[in-house]
Nanobody, 125 residues
Framework: QVQLVESGGGLVQAGGSLRLSCTAS????????MGWFRQAPGKEREFVAG????????YYGNSVEDRFTISRDNAANTMYLQMNSLKPEDTAIYYC??????????????????WGQGTQVTVSS
């Protein structure tokens, strides 16, 4: 089993920045892809960004590419999502995710082995 714990959400004005963190524990060596999904009220869960644990490949959803950056520190078992130029439409609960398979930008929320508890990000206009 793998446990994922997010931190770093909060309230920010449009145009501002936030950094989310996700710390993993447990059988981390079984994880191939880690990433972030988000879900806004009344909407489906959306892929935001993903990164391969053992390689440098990173992928982004269309709505966040060029504004968000995903990174990882394997020594600290931690993944980050740097969010810049935030918009009100980025408001959502952000979930850390992990899976034992390799995925790119086609990663879907139905194909996730492990979820974090979620952290709220609110962007005011």
């Amino acid at each position: 089993q793998v446990q994922l714990v997010e931190s770093g959400g909060g309230l920010v004005q449009a145009g501002g920045s936030l950094r989310l963190s996700c710390t993993a524990s447990g059988r981390i060596s079984t994880i191939e892809t880690m990433g972030w999904f988000r879900q806004a009220p009344g909407k489906e869960r959306e892929f935001v960004a993903g990164i391969w644990r053992r390689f440098s490949n990173a992928y982004y959803g269309n709505s966040v590419e060029d504004r968000f950056t995903i990174s990882r520190d394997n020594a600290a078992n931690t993944m980050y999502l740097q969010m810049n130029s935030l918009k009100p439409e980025d408001t959502a609960i952000y979930y850390c995710a992990g899976d034992r398979r390799l995925y790119g930008r086609n990663w879907q929320g139905t194909h996730v082995d492990y979820w974090g508890q979620g952290t709220q990000v609110t962007v005011s206009s």
